[in-house]
C-alpha cells in the first residue's frame, strides 16, 4: 500500500507541530490559520464533492485517493490532508489540524462518537431514499452553502447544472428509445445496472429518458444483473460506463458470447462507451452525465 | 441411536436426494414456461426465435449442467477433506486454500486490472501457492492432520484479514471480488459446464480407485501403517483430489458457500457410513442442493438477480438443522489426536512470568509511544495528558476483548474436545452480525450505546436459540458445533447477501467485523475489563471440569463430574465472553481460534495455566495489534482484529518450528 503523504505534507506538519502543541489541550479553540472562518474536515465522498462545488476547501478529508478516482471533478486541491480511511479517519491526526466542524454521512455517525471531542460532528443524510437524487443534492448544497454562508455559489450551481440537463433534454428530443445505463462486469456474464431514483437514473428521468430497466436498485441506484436482462427491451440503446482496463477485459470476453451477439441492441450497433461517473455523486457529476449522454444518444435521434 | 430401516438402506437414503432433484427439475420447468423459454424447444420461426433460442441453449441449459457438476464436485471434495483430516467440520476452505485464492483474485483485481486471464488463472495460482505452503509448514510433521488443520486456519486467516484489508482501501477497484465471491452460476456458453463435467468425472474416477487405501485413512496412523497402507500418502491424495475438485469449481463459479458441508453432513445424518458411500451421497447431495437454490433464484432473477452462492445457505441450513435435531443423528467417533509435542524443561510458571512482562511492556508502548505525520513520538509529560483520553480507552478494550475471546476459545476447545472449535460456533457473533446487518443498512442511523443494545439483543436471542437447540442432546458437543456452523452459516450467507446488494456503507460492516477498537468508549472499556476480571477470578472453580473434559464424556462421567451442568455452565460463560467483546469491537476469530493452540505449543497444558496464559497472550496480542494498527500506515489506522491474525500467524510460525525441533 502506498501511504499518501508526500514530503511537503510531512514538512508542513512539521512546521505546525509545535504551534499546534503551544495551543493547549483545546486547540481547536483557536484557529490557526485566520484567514478562513472555518476550517471544514468531510469523511464522505458526495459531501467534498459539494464543498468543492461551493468553492469552500476542506482543510482534510478521508480517503484521498478514493475521491480522486471516483469523484475527480471538481479537483481537489494539493493543500487538503488524508485522513485515511472514511469510517475511521486517525483522530490523533484530526486533533493537530484542530477544525472547526467535521461533516460526515449520517450512517458513518455511530461510528464516530469519539470525532465529538474535537469539533463539533454534523451527520448529513447524503442516501436519498425516496426522494429523487438531484432534488436531494439540491437542498443538502443549500444547508451547506446556509453552513458556509456561499448562498450565490450554491444558487449559480444549480442553475448550471439545471441548465446543462435542459440543453442535453433539447439535444434528445427526437430520441425515443428506451435505455439501458450499466457497467460491465470483467467475467463478461454479469453487469450492473443504474435506475431508479439514483443519480444516473434521476437525471435520466429529467432527460425524459425511458430507463429501460424499471426493477429493484439498491441505495446508491444501482443492482447486479445476468446479461440477459439486457434482451427484455429490444428497442434499447445500451450505454455502458468505460473503466478502462476492466472493460476493455469485460467486451474481450462479450466478444465471444452467443447471447451477447443475438442481442438486437448490439446486432444493430446501438451499444455507446461513455466515460465513467461516480453514481452517487452530486450537482458536478450529474451535469456532466446530462452533457455526455446527451451527445452521445443524440446519434440515434431518429429512433 | 439405533435406527429401524424397512427398505434396503441405500435406497432409502437416496430418497432425500431424490426429491431435491425433483423439486428442482419441477423449477426448471416452470422458468422454462414463464419465462417463454419453452418455445424457443420447438423451433417455432417466431421474429424472436433465435435471441430465445440462444438464452435457452447457452444459458439455462449449461446452467443445469455447472450446478450440478459443481455440486457434486463440491461434496466429492468435501469428504475427500474430512477422510484427509478427519474431523467432519472439515471442507475445502478449512485448510485456508479458498482464502488464498481470493486474495490473489482481489491482489490481481487491484494491481493488474488489465489482465485478461479472468478469475481462472488467480484462484488455480492461489489454490497452488497455497497447498505448497501449507504441505511445507507441516511436511516436518508427517501431514499430521492437526497440524494441517492448524496451519492452514493461520493461512486462511491471514490471506482473509489481508483480503479485508484491501476491499477497506480499494472498495471501487474490487467490485468483481464481490460479485465472484457472491457465487452466481449465470453461464453465457457451454465451456465452464464442459470442463467441470470432465472435472467431476475425473475426481470421481480417481476417488473410486483410491477408495481402498482412503477408507483405511478411518483407522489411526499405526493401524493404517501395520496394514501396508502410508497414512502420509493417502492424505495428500486425499487433499490434493479435494484441492483441485474445489479450486475448479471456485475458478469457475465463485466461491459457494457451505453446499459441500452441507451434503456432507447430510450424508453422514442419513445413514452413510463407509467412505465409498459417504462420497457418493454426500456428491448427489451437494449437486441436489446447489440445483434447488439455482433453480429458484432463476425465477427469482425475474423480480432480483441474487447469486447462488450467497443464499445456499439458506437452504442448506435449516434443512441439516432440522434433520440434525429431529434424532436421527449417529453417535459419531471422534479421534482424539496426539499433540507430539515434546514436553518443554521451561516450567509453567516461567512462562507465565515471561507472559506477564511481555503483556506489561505492550501496554506502557501502547500508551506511551504514537505516530504523527512527522515520525514516532514519546509522549512527553505534557502531551500525555491530552493524548490518554484517546489512547487508554483503546488499549483497555483491546486487552479486554483479547483476553475474553481467548479464554472463550480456550474452554470451548476444551469443552468439545474439537480443535476446530471456536467461540464464535455458538452462534453469539452470528446473531450479533445479523442484526447489525438491518441496522446498518435500513434502520435510520441509531447511536452507539442503541447499536450496541441491538447487537447485545441479537447475540442473547441467538444464544437462546443454540442452547434451546442442544439442550436435548445433553448439550452435546458434535451437535452443538454442527447446530453453531449451520447458524453461522445462515448469517454468513445473509452477510454476503448484503455484500452484494450494499453500497458503500458496507464498508463500515467490514470496519466492524474485521475487530476494532476505534469507537469505545471509556464506559465499554471498563465494564469489558470488569467482566473479564471476574471470569478470570472463576477459572479456580471450574479448573477440575476443564481438565476431565477433553478426556471424553464416558471417561468424565466416570470420574464424577456432572456433564449435563458443566456444560451448561461452561456454554453460558462462554457465551457471555464472546459477546461482549463481538458486541464491543465485534468478531476476532483468529484470537479464539488460535492463541488456545500458540499457548498450548508454549507448553501450557494444565487447565489452569492454560486458560490463564491464553488471558495474557490474547491480551497483549490485541494490544500490540491495535498499537501496530495505529501506527504502521499512518493515517490509515487498520483494525486490531486484522494485524492480530497477521501477528499472531507470525508468532504462531515462529513458535511451531521451534517446537518441532
Redesign the interface.
Known amino acids: ?1 502506498r ?1 499518501p ?1 508526500s514530503r511537503r ?2 514538512l508542513e ?2 512546521l505546525a ?1 509545535p504551534f499546534v ?1 503551544l495551543s493547549g ?1 483545546y486547540p481547536h479553540a483557536q484557529s490557526p490559520n485566520p484567514g478562513s472562518p472555518q476550517r471544514l474536515v468531510s469523511l464522505d ?1 458526495l459531501i467534498t464533492e459539494l464543498l468543492l462545488t461551493l468553492g469552500e476547501g476542506p482543510v482534510a478529508v478521508a480517503n484521498i485517493p ?1 475521491y480522486r ?2 469523484v475527480a471533478s471538481p479537483a481537489l486541491p494539493e493543500s487538503v490532508e ?12 484530526l ?2 489540524l484542530a477544525p472547526t466542524r467535521v461533516l460526515v454521512a ?9 470525532l465529538m ?1 474535537i469539533a463539533p460532528v454534523l ?1 448529513i443524510k447524503v ?1 436519498a431514499g425516496r426522494t429523487p437524487a438531484l432534488e436531494h443534492c439540491e437542498t443538502l448544497l443549500s444547508d451547506m452553502a446556509e453552513l458556509t454562508g456561499r448562498k450565490m455559489e450554491a444558487k449559480t450551481a444549480i442553475t448550471a447544472t439545471n441548465a446543462a440537463i435542459d440543453a442535453a433534454r433539447s439535444t434528445l428530443s427526437g430520441f425515443s428509445r428506451p435505455v439501458y445505463i450499466c457497467r460491465f ?6 453487469i ?1 445496472l443504474f435506475g431508479g431514483n439514483g443519480m444516473l437514473g434521476d437525471v435520466a428521468n429529467r432527460l425524459n429518458l425511458r430507463n429501460a430497466y424499471k ?2 436498485v ?3 441506484g ?8 439486457l ?1 427484455d427491451e ?1 428497442d434499447a440503446v445500451i450505454v455502458h460506463f468505460d473503466r ?3 472493460t ?2 469485460a467486451l ?2 462479450l466478444e ?5 451477439h ?3 441492441a448490439v446486432r444493430k450497433g446501438r451499444v455507446v462507451r461513455m466515460p465513467v461517473i461516480y453514481p ?1 455523486g452530486g450537482l458536478r457529476s450529474a451535469d456532466r452525465f446530462a452533457t455526455q449522454i446527451g451527445t452521445q444518444l443524440a446519434k440515434f435521434a431518429d429512433g | 441411536m439405533a435406527e429401524t430401516s424397512y427398505l434396503p438402506s441405500r435406497l432409502r437414503r437416496l430418497f432425500l436426494p431424490f426429491i431435491l432433484t425433483i423439486a428442482a427439475v419441477l423449477l426448471f420447468a416452470g422458468y422454462l414456461c414463464m419465462s417463454g423459454l419453452a418455445e424457443a424447444l420447438s423451433l417455432s420461426s417466431a421474429p ?1 426465435a ?2 430465445q433460442s ?2 435457452l441453449f ?2 439455462a441449459l449449461p446452467r443445469v449442467i455447472v450446478a450440478l457438476a459443481a455440486g457434486g464436485l463440491l461434496g466429492l471434495a468435501t469428504t475427500l477433506m474430512q477422510q484427509g483430516l478427519g474431523n467432519p467440520l472439515a471442507e475445502p476452505g478449512t485448510i485456508g486454500l479458498l482464502s488464498t485464492s481470493r486474495l490473489t483474485v482481489a491482489v490481481a ?1 487491484i494491481w493488474l ?4 486471464g ?2 481462472v488463472l488467480p484462484v488455480l495460482a492461489g489454490s497452488l501457492f497455497g497447498l505448497v505452503i501449507l504441505l511445507g509448514l507441516s511436511w516436518r510433521r508427517k501431514l499430521s492432520p492437526l497440524f494441517l488443520i492448524l496451519n492452514g486456519l493461520v493461512l486462511g486467516l491471514v490471506c482473509d484479514a489481508v483480503t479485508s484489508m484491501l476491499i ?2 480499494h ?2 477497484d474490487i ?2 471480488l464481490l ?2 465471491q457472491s457465487g ?1 452460476l ?4 457451454w465451456q465452464v459446464a464442459r470442463l467441470l463435467s470432465v472435472c467431476l468425472a475425473a475426481v470421481s474416477i480417481i476417488t473410486i480407485l483410491l477408495r481402498k487405501p482412503l477408507s483405511l485413512l478411518d483407522l489411526d496412523d499405526t493401524a493404517a501403517r501395520s496394514l501396508g497402507l502410508s497414512p502420509m500418502m493417502a492424505r495428500l491424495a486425499a487433499i490434493g483430489l479435494a484441492t483441485v475438485a474445489a479450486a475448479a469449481v471456485t475458478a469457475h463459479v465463485g466461491l459457494l458457500a457451505f453446499v459441500g458441508l452441507a451434503g456432507a453432513a447430510l450424508a453422514r445424518i442419513c445413514g452413510a457410513r463407509g467412505f465409498a458411500d459417504r462420497a457418493m451421497f454426500s456428491a448427489l447431495l451437494s449437486a441436489a442442493l446447489l440445483l434447488l437454490t439455482d433453480q429458484t433464484m432463476q425465477i427469482a ?1 425475474m ?3 441474487i ?1 447462488a452462492g450467497t443464499v445456499t445457505a439458506l437452504f442448506a441450513a435449516p434443512l441439516l438443522l432440522y434433520l440434525l435435531h429431529s434424532g436421527r443423528i449417529q453417535q459419531q467417533t471422534e479421534r482424539a489426536f496426539d499433540l507430539h509435542v515434546p514436553h518443554r524443561i521451561v516450567p509453567t510458571r516461567s512462562i507465565l512470568l515471561g507472559l506477564t512482562a511481555v503483556f506489561v511492556f505492550a501496554i506502557l508502548l501502547a500508551l506511551m509511544v ?1 505516530r ?3 515520525g514516532f513520538t514519546w509522549a512527553t509529560a ?2 500525555f ?3 490518554l ?2 489512547r487508554w480507552p483503546r488499549v483497555t478494550a483491546a486487552l479486554a476483548a483479547g483476553g475474553m475471546v481467548a479464554l472463550a476459545g480456550c474452554l470451548m476447545q476444551r469443552m468439545t474436545g474439537n480443535h476446530l472449535a471456536s467461540p464464535e460456533l455458538i452462534g453469539v457473533s452470528s446473531g450479533a452480525t445479523l442484526v447489525m446487518l438491518p441496522v ?2 435500513f434502520l ?5 450505546s ?2 450496541m443494545l441491538v447487537a447485545a439483543i441479537g447475540a442473547l436471542l441467538f444464544l437462546l436459540i443454540a442452547l434451546r437447540l442442544a439442550r436435548r442432546s445433553q448439550y452435546a458437543p458434535e451437535k452443538l458445533l454442527l447446530t453453531g456452523l449451520a447458524i453461522t452459516a445462515l448469517s454468513g450467507s445473509l452477510l454476503s447477501s448484503a455484500i ?6 458496507l ?2 460492516l467490514i ?2 467485523l474485521s475487530g ?1 477498537t ?2 469505545v ?1 471509556a464506559a465499554d472499556a471498563m465494564i469489558a475489563l470488569g467482566l473479564l476480571a471476574a471470569a478470570v477470578a472463576v477459572l479456580p472453580l471450574i479448573q477440575r471440569w476443564l481438565g476431565l473434559m477433553p478426556l471424553g464424556e464416558p471417561v468424565a462421567a466416570a470420574l464424577g463430574v456432572e456433564i449435563r451442568l458443566a456444560r451448561l455452565c461452561i456454554i453460558i460463560l462462554v457465551a457471555l465472553l464472546t459477546g461482549v467483546s463481538t458486541v464491543m469491537i465485534g468478531p476476532v476469530t483468529f484470537v479464539g481460534l488460535v492463541i488456545p493452540h500458540l499457548v498450548r505449543l508454549m507448553g501450557l497444558r494444565k487447565p489452569l495455566a492454560q486458560t490463564t496464559g491464553c488471558v495474557l497472550a490474547g491480551a497483549t496480542l490485541m494490544i500490540v495489534s491495535d498499537w501496530i494498527g495505529r501506527t504502521i ?5 487498520i ?1 486490531a482484529g486484522l494485524v492480530a491474525s497477521v501477528v499472531g500467524a507470525m508468532v504462531y510460525g515462529i513458535t511451531t518450528s521451534r517446537s518441532s525441533r
Open positions: 500500500m501511504l503523504i505534507n510531512i506538519a512539521a507541530a502543541m489541550r465522498l478514493l478516482r471516483l488524508d485522513l485515511g480511511p472514511l469510517n475511521e479517519p486517525n483522530l490523533e491526526f486533533q493537530s449520517d450512517w458513518q455517525a455511530p461510528g464516530l462518537m469519539p471531542r451527520p442516501f462486469n470483467r467475467d463478461g456474464r454479469n450492473a426493477g429493484r439498491n441505495g446508491a444501482v443492482t447486479n444483473a445476468p446479461l440477459s436482462r434482451a429490444p478502462g482496463a476492466e476493455d477485459v474481450g470476453r465471444e458470447s452467443a447471447l451477447w443475438a442481442l438486437p452517487s | 424472436n433465435s435471441l440462444v438464452q447457452y444459458g483485481l486490472p488489465a489482465f485478461a479472468g478469475f477497506l482501501t472498495y471501487e467490485a468483481d460479485l465472484w452466481s449465470v453461464q453465457d456458453n432473477e423480480v432480483m438477480a447469486p504514537g504523527a505525520p512527522q505534557n502531551e495528558s491530552q493524548l483520553p484517546w446498518i443498512f435510520p442511523p441509531l447511536s452507539r442503541q447499536t452484494y446488494f450494499g453500497d458503500i456503507r464498508t463500515r470496519g466492524w476494532s476505534y469507537a468508549t500506515a499512518f493515517p490509515w489506522d483494525p
